[in-house]
């Protein structure tokens, strides 16, 4: 190879210099002291975007005596920047160019850019057109592309009530309202999509990824150093998928968590054109999505295996180059080009190692590319996020084999560094290697469906935009009349700083959830530097690698319930029953495909959800709604659409609120005997008891093929059912349920109680969606519409007030549907829902569950914040409420049966003769008969749950003299400056030689948090300082 070098670079021959004549030399030496006209500068892309958005309005500042020298460039700059709007400086002689060269080069601060949203295009082109004008054509043409796509996604988000001042002060990182109201956009697109694409048992469209691909807002990426073209600084691509932080953890990315249709839509489009020398779906964790650039020659250094890649849009150029024979023994920049093979990535799919040598010829027009890969050491990345990431299309391989794809690309045998060597010595040279490209032939019944789809969504757009702009001032004056149209809710921030022409017919926002809550999905680390969790129930892996969106239109990904963490009795505990239903949800996901549930969706629309939903009181829609929270990362999203739609379309929604409460919300369970034998009716299986209930009814469901109604049994029907449950009545569900798998499954679990969501969430989600929407009155005729806000802290307030209220409400009414949602129905507000709902003697309260532990640091820390403190001895027995009105005595246990007939009659006669008044008392009964009180929630009927513990202490004592069957909680206040870790644990040994089980700390200030767990009571057990 050497040798060769050194014959292939000759040095060149010295040639003799020859005498021009004299005449021809001064004319040389004369053209050589004429000065080449300088270069024409080129203006960032970054420069067109900012400057497409400015007016002769807008209000400028120049730095003074920026430019320098005896120039009349200089001259001019002195008498222009004199001015304070763009206007003015074109008037005192700034060219337009001057304009784009001055901002380019920070000689211009734009002191105030206020975004202006017009009536109609042709209004923003005239008002832009005057200004442009100044400008030569090419870069007149720029700004003005750049100016009609702005106002498309500012018209959109005026049109869905986003106020755009309080929408740019909430943005984080370099994501602006633009960019946000364009990925939702694309990513209600792409829902779109997948739902016609499963009803009409087609593929997915390369049209239809590309009109999401040209909606799709791309950030500016840096990081991609080497990637960069020359001269550039920074390109146009997104990750979908799993990422690596700087910290080696693996995460999901927020595009694919905040946008998760278009990831699916991806993956679905690949899934669909698998080649024929796969046996099973193209293995990968990632998506890389590119715009507008050339990649310079590159190697990819952290993908696992191989890769595919494909191009959309309308250019000419733009092929992969690949160096396939590349071992990496030289520097990718030392890879000679004849040995690279050229793959026009338009035509079809194409298979490549990124990890070998690899770069984009140059090209004109519109380019898009996406790439499927896999990143290093894919296979550690935690369950819960590969669950998440399956869900959304992916196939990720358990381990690093990644199956026969890798046996496609054999491995590289390196290059000789001179391609010369056959010529100069009649050397054979090696056959290049194989690549594989699998070309696509259009298909023209696919591509008609799709553009006739595509064509419909975008014309009911732009009839709901103009039909917003249009009736704004109108309906500013008089109240919204009619339903929500297509575009309503479409992008979750309807009800965000609504000015008074923003009050008609509002879009509704997808379901919003505080900022302050306890949970939230995965995130990367926020630029405030403050870390949350997202997840479902496990702490998730932080991000020091991108910064943390805080969406406007995405509080819905925040977490659901102040009260998430609740105890046993609220969150079905993790048993093997309930990882069977988890298997069971699992196996129906890969049953019916990728579920694509309208009420997953953060951009939720009731209105258009209508167009494929099933029947609104359908158990058949429920149990869409049950999987869609089963698989999302939080359940309280697509229960909160739910009820949203509902409230839309019910015509007794009362009926059916109380219904879905009492199906969802209810503790009763049937045995799993009386399932087996129902499951054995309906489909003649067997089921062993050693076999999950749910996985054989669903089995029994896919081998049925007798024919069975179209009519799906309505909620009331299974909750009449399970009233007075019995295998005939049962089975009878199940066989009119016929086939649809998905509500056989959910039937069961409900009736076995492991659907997975508690009833805190269940409750968070109705206050969530009356948070959201005024209901209908039917006597007025007026229908569920948006409910408004002047400011989106006064939403946020509200949907922590509603979720709160309507929680405490439903314990302290004993569960009791009916008066709950009748109030909710009159209207009521958070506030009102306390006088509404309030506890009465007679009723049953639902219990507030204390948290127990033996953990003293834990308890300690999380009862540091409260200032007094009550330790109480810790009674074991069954938590009562004993009811006494008018000398009548009741006696609740937990589950809400009345004792007093079988408690012996001295009991009850000792009971009575120590209550002296009209009260409710919480109190244990001990295993030797004896009743200790612990709270007075009611007094001479007032409540007193809102009160803090100090004086509903004050009112037990007033309520209850004690005697030998009922006494009184021994308690002693303590400061927590005292409880050390040591002193607590002293006390812990004390107690266990006094017999006790241990003592509880309440916080004195704190309120009765009626069926909920306390964060302000802890029961402390011995067993901590034994240890």
């Known amino acids: 190879a050497t040798l060769a070098r050194a014959v292939l670079r000759p040095r060149p021959l010295a040639s003799p210099r020859l005498e021009a004549p004299r005449a021809f030399s001064r004319a040389a030496r004369n053209k050589k002291k004429k000065k080449s006209a300088p270069a024409a500068m080129v203006f960032d892309d970054a420069t067109f975007d900012s400057v497409a958005k400015w007016t002769e309005k807008t209000q400028i500042k120049y730095v003074p005596h920026a430019k320098k020298g005896n120039t009349k460039s200089a001259e001019r700059y002195e008498q222009y920047s004199q001015a304070r709007t763009v206007g003015e400086a074109l008037r005192l002689g700034s060219k337009a160019e001057d304009l784009l060269h001055d901002y380019q080069r920070k000689f211009i601060e734009v002191k105030r850019l206020k975004v ?6 042709e209004d923003q082109r005239q008002t832009h057109e005057s200004f442009f004008s100044h400008f030569p054509p090419a870069s007149a043409a720029a700004l003005r592309a750049r100016s009609d796509k702005t106002f498309k996604a500012l018209t959109l988000a005026q049109a869905l009530g986003v106020d755009l001042q309080d929408a740019q002060k909430l943005r984080e990182g370099n994501e602006t309202l633009e960019m946000t109201v364009g990925r939702l956009l694309a990513d209600r697109t792409a829902q779109v999509v997948l739902e016609a694409v499963e009803k009409d048992g087609r593929r997915v469209t390369d049209c239809e990824v590309l009109s999401v691909l040209r909606l799709w807002m791309f950030k500016k990426n840096e990081t991609r150093q080497n990637v960069l073209p020359e001269g550039q600084q920074w390109v146009h691509s997104d990750t979908f998928g799993l990422i690596r932080s700087r910290t080696g953890q693996y995460m999901v990315t927020n595009a694919t968590r905040e946008y998760p249709h ?3 839509l991806l993956n679905t489009w690949l899934r669909d054109r698998r080649p024929p ?12 999505l590119n715009s507008g650039y050339a990649a310079k020659r590159h190697r990819d250094g952290n993908n696992e295996g191989p890769s595919m890649i494909r ?24 890879l000679v080009h004849e040995d690279r093979i050229p793959m026009d990535i338009s035509k079809g799919l194409v298979l490549f190692d990124g990890n070998r040598g690899h770069e984009v010829d140059s090209f004109e027009g519109e380019r898009f590319s996406v790439v499927w890969f896999s990143l290093g050491k894919f296979w550690k990345v935690q369950q819960e996020e590969r669950d998440f990431l399956t869900h959304c299309g992916f196939t990720i391989p358990e381990g690093p084999d990644m199956g026969p794809i890798s046996k496609l690309l054999p491995p590289p045998r390196g290059y000789t560094k001179c391609q010369s060597l056959g010529k100069m010595f009649g050397l054979k040279s090696a056959d290049k290697a194989k690549v594989w490209q699998w070309p696509e032939e259009p298909n023209r019944e696919e591509d008609k469906a799709a553009a006739k789809l595509l ?41 965000l700083g609504q000015t008074s022409a923003d009050v008609g017919d509002e879009a509704e926002a997808s379901p ?16 405030s530097g403050e870390k949350r969790k997202r997840g479902r129930t496990q702490k998730r892996a932080v991000d020091a690698e991108e910064p943390e969106q805080k969406r406007v239109a995405h509080k819905a990904l925040e977490p659901t319930s102040a009260e998430e963490a609740t105890s046993s009795a609220e969150e079905p505990s993790c048993t093997a029953a309930d990882a069977a239903a988890a298997e069971v949800a699992s196996k129906l996901r890969a049953t019916n495909g990728p579920e694509a549930s309208n009420f997953s969706s953060l951009i939720f629309n009731p209105e258009l959800a209508a167009r494929t939903a099933a029947p609104v009181e359908s158990f058949s829609l429920l149990a869409e709604a049950l999987q869609a929270a089963a698989n999302h990362p939080h359940p309280a999203v697509p229960l909160t659409n739910y009820f949203r739609f509902i409230a839309h379309h019910s015509a007794s929604l009362e009926t059916q609120l109380c219904d879905v409460l009492e199906l969802l919300a209810s503790a009763t369970q049937v045995s799993s005997t009386m399932l087996r034998s129902a499951v054995k009716e309906a489909f003649g299986v067997t089921v062993p008891e050693s076999d999950d209930v749910a996985s054989a009814a669903l089995r029994g469901c896919q081998q049925r093929t007798q024919a069975v109604s179209s009519q799906s049994p309505s909620v009331a029907a299974v909750v009449g059912m399970r009233a007075s449950p019995s295998a005939k009545r049962i089975g009878d569900l199940l066989i009119a349920l016929g086939s649809e798998g998905r509500s056989v499954v959910y039937l069961v679990l409900l009736l076995q109680g492991l659907t997975r969501v508690s009833r805190s969430t269940v409750l968070s989600a ?19 519409q948006q409910r408004i806000y002047k400011s989106v802290e006064a939403r946020h307030a509200t949907m922590v007030a509603m979720e709160r209220s309507i929680t405490l409400a439903f314990g302290e009414v004993g569960g009791s549907s009916k008066q709950l949602v009748a109030a909710l129905l009159r209207g009521c507000h958070a506030s009102q829902l306390f006088a509404e709902c309030s506890p009465r003697c007679g009723t049953p309260i639902l219990p507030m569950n204390i948290q127990k532990s033996d953990d003293v640091e834990l308890v300690l820390a999380k009862m540091a914040s409260s200032a007094a403190v009550t330790m109480e001895p810790r009674h074991v027995g069954q938590v009562v409420q004993i009811h006494s009105k008018d000398n009548s005595l009741e006696i609740y246990g937990s589950d809400h049966r009345n004792l007093v007939g079988s408690l012996d009659k001295s009991q009850v006669k000792a009971v009575r003769s120590a209550v002296k008044t009209d009260c409710v008392i919480e109190a244990v009964l001990e295993e030797n008969g004896n009743f200790v009180a612990v709270d007075c929630l009611v007094l001479n009927g007032e409540p007193l749950t809102r009160e803090s513990l100090r004086n509903r202490k004050a009112a037990m004592n007033k309520a209850v003299v004690p005697n030998g069957c009922l006494g009184v909680v021994r308690s002693e206040d303590v400061s927590m400056s005292d409880m050390t870790p040591e002193t607590v644990k ?9 017999s006790w089980s241990g003592f509880v700390l309440k916080s004195l200030p704190s309120e009765y948090e009626a069926g909920t767990t306390s964060t302000a009571c802890f029961s402390l057990m011995p067993s901590d300082a034994e240890a």
């Open 116 to 121: 202006e949203v017009f009536d109609s295009i």
């Open 262 to 264: 278009v990831t699916q």
């Open 277 to 288: 020398q796969l046996d099973e779906d193209f293995p990968c964790s990632s998506i890389s």
């Open 311 to 334: 191009g959309f849009g309308d250019y000419s150029g733009g092929q992969l180059a690949y160096w396939p024979d590349d071992d990496k023994s030289c520097p990718v920049e030392n």
């Open 455 to 495: 064509s419909a969504f975008n014309q009911q757009m732009e009839t709901q935009v103009r039909g917003r702009r249009r009736g704004g001032v109108a309906a500013a004056t008089a109240e919204p009349k009619g339903k929500p149209g297509p575009l309503a809710a479409a992008f979750g921030q309807a009800s």
């Open 512 to 527: 919003a959830t505080p900022a302050n809550m306890k949970d939230s999905t995965m995130a990367d680390q926020a630029m």
């Open 766 to 784: 109705l206050g969530h969606a009356f948070a959201l929407i005024q209901p209908p009155c039917p006597q007025d005729g007026r229908v569920a």
């Open 986 to 994: 002293e006390l812990l040994k004390e107690a266990d030689s006094q």
